[in-house]
């Protein structure tokens, strides 16, 4: 992987999870929670959501994986499923 891909994907990374943060914040703000109880609630969304997102993921792409090769012929000599 270049360099220039790994600083995309890492600027990525950083904005995906500063805003996932703000939102704990904002929803833990508005829900009345203030002072250190705030950034523990924080922390405490913001691990929970990456958590969710890292098994959702992956669990997504395979399951379109497995539809596309079950709905689709790859080869020339496979017949399509009939749904």
Request: glycine share 10%.
């Amino acid at each position: 992987m270049s360099k220039k891909m790994k600083m995309i994907l890492t600027i990525l990374s950083l904005v995906l999870i500063f805003s996932i943060t703000m939102t704990s914040f904002g929803i833990a703000y508005v829900k009345g929670i203030r002072g250190i109880g705030l950034l523990g609630i924080s922390f405490f969304f913001t691990g929970a959501v990456v958590i969710v997102l890292a098994q959702l993921i992956p669990a997504g792409v395979l399951f379109v994986l497995m539809i596309r090769s079950a709905l689709s012929s790859i080869g020339s000599n496979e017949m399509p499923v009939r749904v």
